[in-house]
């Protein structure tokens, strides 16, 4: 058994694992000033960008669920491996040979059973693909021709071949050292009468990727008449594989996505294989099931889909009333995305694959250029079932799509929209048409409640915090005069604890200029997980000032706390003051007039150094 991974090595693996390199790959990252960059969390649900990454200190956090962590944390996370996994993860991706207190090297397909599955599932890859130049794959490469693919955008996509045979890659990958039960537990193969038999025989093959690249699950296609089974079978759910959440080219297209601001949805492997070649690199397709929320969650994340930032999702279905119910269902969870949302329907009922062949390149690229947005498409195709040459059925017409406009969250959009809908009606009465919309608007029940306003930041609250940031990410700025605070400086529960976590570390008079060292030390010092999440989210929050003025800031914020340490100070002496006899105990009386004298001169200068932020 292995021993624990030497401390050197997680050292290396850090340092040659970019925080925003890594974190990259599976969300957008876009800059957020002063160093930090910025992205929609991948850990939870939300609608604006939380999930703040600070490269300098290698650390992340988000302030929406108050995730955070290192690079080493992150794939932990979102991998869900223990510590050493994600550790020979990272050093697998940067290239470094790790070695073990206990025994030396050992190959990280040694270690947890994520990475034994995804080992495996690149050797099927790699097996699939060598056989789909045997002669037994005739059928396959002609089904490739067929839809105008060579042999080079077969490989460029990985596309394999599984023999007919009932246990040729389960033969072939225990062979590599693999057991029945990892296969089984993959998806890879199944149990059958007689032992372990392949899942996939006699198909075409593609291998699914996630976001990094990881073959995670394969979809298969039909060949051969004998074959009894559906035209597409998929991996089904694994510890790898969720294809709620599964997106086909993702792997491919994400940057693409991310640079473009678009993503197109298509409905096969072909297809995205088709629009990558034909010049629209940000096509993806779900694997065996309809687009739903975890999907969106997926692209949202490259999208970086906000107010401010408007970008494109595009749905392509086919002309048919399959196609046209398949756009109506993905309108149901357009407000989902920030973004605009379009629909791409070739009126011959072509998709994109076959009208590759059949029209060239280009006509992907008008499909995709000649989109309709979402809202119109749905609310078109609700009113074409309706005789609209009746005042009946224009009624019926308007009731149907009524729905559907008083649906739509923008009120200005809402707006437009209804006086499309009259003039599609040929009411020519658009009051009419928006006080039908409005009724059905305020029957609709559900509607999400205004957030409340947060309460405002107290001053002095807003004072430590800042103070505490510069402590964790520039100690050099306030050096020993931070440490000679007085404790009772710190109010808020969080400060006061975080400032406790600076002291045992040793204070910021010797913790030099800072950085990942730093960092680390006071994660170290932390009692527990909760002081260790506060270290991160200051090590992570922005600083309220330019780096240019940092060092002034710096001094203004400990001027501003020392301050309100003279407030309490002056407001004890008055108090002490105004208990007083200024004729019988006149001595005691100057001496605390005389102090509250220089105490206020104190508190003048102090603030007119905090003014100088």
């Known amino acids: 058994m292995a021993g624990r991974i030497r401390d050197v090595d997680i050292a290396l693996v850090r340092e040659r694992s970019p925080i925003a390199?890594?974190?990259?790959e599976h969300i957008q990252l876009r800059n957020a000033g002063g160093g930090n960059l910025k992205g929609l969390c991948p850990f939870h649900d939300e609608k604006t960008p939380s999930f703040n990454v600070t490269p300098e200190r290698g650390m992340y956090f988000c302030f929406g669920c108050s995730e955070g962590g290192d690079v080493i944390t992150f794939v932990e996370r979102i991998e869900h491996l223990t510590f050493g996994e994600a550790v020979e993860r990272l050093a697998q991706r940067a290239g470094i040979q790790l070695q073990y207190e206990q025994g030396g090297y050992v190959p990280r397909r040694d270690h947890g059973e994520r990475a034994r599955l995804i080992e495996a599932h690149r050797a099927a890859a790699e097996f699939y693909a060598a056989k789909l130049m045997s002669p037994d794959a005739a059928p396959g490469r002609r089904f490739l021709s067929e839809r105008g693919f060579e042999r080079a955008d077969a490989e460029a996509f990985g596309v394999g071949y599984a023999p007919a045979e009932w246990e040729a890659l389960g033969r072939h990958l225990m062979g590599r050292g693999f057991t029945a039960e990892e296969l089984i537990k993959g998806g890879l193969v199944k149990e059958g009468r007689r032992g372990p038999i392949d899942r996939f025989r006699g198909r075409l093959i593609w291998p699914i990727r996630d976001a990094t690249g990881d073959v995670i699950g394969f979809g298969a296609r039909k060949l051969l008449d004998s074959d009894d089974g559906p035209k597409y079978l998929n991996t089904p759910d694994s510890p790898l594989y969720?294809?709620?959440?599964?997106?086909?080219?993702?792997?491919l297209a994400k940057r693409e996505i991310s640079k473009r601001s678009q993503a197109v949805i298509v409905e096969g492997y072909t297809d995205v294989m088709a629009c990558h070649l034909a010049g629209v690199p940000t096509a993806v397709a779900t694997c065996g099931t309809s687009f739903g929320e975890e999907h969106i969650k997926v692209l949202r994340r490259f999208l970086l889909d906000q107010a401010e930032f408007?970008?494109?999702?595009?749905?392509?279905?086919?002309?048919?009333?399959?196609?046209?119910?398949?756009?109506?269902?993905?309108?149901?969870?357009?407000?989902?995305?920030v973004t605009q949302t379009y629909v791409a329907v070739q009126p011959d009922?072509?998709?994109?694959?076959?009208?590759?062949?059949?029209?060239?390149?280009?006509?992907?690229?008008?499909?995709?250029?000649?989109?309709?947005?979402?809202?119109?498409?749905?609310?078109?195709?609700?009113?074409?079932?309706?005789?609209?040459?009746?005042?009946?059925?224009?009624?019926?017409?308007?009731?149907?799509?009524?729905?559907?406009?008083?649906?739509?969250?923008?009120?200005?959009?809402?707006?437009?929209?209804?006086?499309?809908?009259?003039?599609?009606l040929g009411f020519m009465d658009e009051r009419f048409v928006m006080q039908r919309i409005g009724e059905v608007g305020n029957a609709q029940a559900g509607r999400p409640q205004r957030a409340p306003r947060p309460a405002p930041v107290d001053p002095h609250t807003r004072v430590e915090a800042e103070l505490l940031k510069l402590a964790v990410q520039r100690p050099a700025l306030l050096g020993p005069r931070f440490d000679a605070l007085d404790p009772q400086?710190?109010?808020?529960?969080?400060?006061?604890t975080l400032r406790q976590v600076v002291a045992a570390a040793g204070g910021t008079a010797t913790a030099g200029h800072g950085g990942r060292e730093w960092v680390d030390r006071l994660l170290e010092q932390a009692p527990d997980e909760a002081a260790?999440?506060?270290?991160?989210?200051?090590?992570?929050e922005a600083i309220q000032a330019d780096a240019h003025v940092e060092e002034r800031y710096g001094a203004a914020m400990l001027a501003a706390i020392e301050a309100i340490a003279v407030d309490r100070a002056i407001a004890q002496v008055k108090s002490r003051i105004?208990?007083?006899?200024?004729?019988?105990?006149?001595?005691?009386?100057?001496?605390?007039?005389?102090?509250?004298?220089?105490?206020?001169?104190q508190r003048r200068v102090l603030r007119e150094r905090a003014a100088g932020s």
Request: charged residues 30%; contains cysteine; neutral net charge.
């Open 21 to 24: 390199d890594v974190i990259g």
């Open 242 to 251: 969720k294809k709620s959440q599964v997106l086909y080219g993702i792997d």
């Open 310 to 337: 408007r970008g494109e999702v595009i749905f392509t279905f086919d002309g048919d009333a399959a196609g046209q119910k398949a756009a109506l269902r993905a309108f149901a969870d357009e407000q989902k995305f």
């Open 349 to 424: 009922g072509l998709d994109p694959c076959d009208l590759r062949v059949k029209q060239g390149d280009a006509a992907v690229r008008d499909l995709i250029a000649g989109r309709e947005p979402l809202f119109q498409f749905a609310i078109r195709s609700t009113i074409a079932r309706y005789d609209l040459r009746s005042n009946e059925g224009k009624i019926a017409a308007l009731d149907a799509a009524a729905p559907i406009v008083a649906g739509i969250k923008d009120p200005g959009l809402r707006k437009r929209y209804a006086i499309d809908l009259d003039r599609w």
């Open 489 to 496: 400086a710190f109010t808020a529960a969080d400060h006061v």
């Open 532 to 540: 260790r999440v506060l270290v991160t989210r200051f090590a992570v």
């Open 578 to 601: 105004q208990r007083l006899n200024p004729v019988d105990e006149q001595q005691e009386y100057n001496k605390l007039f005389g102090e509250l004298v220089a105490l206020e001169q």
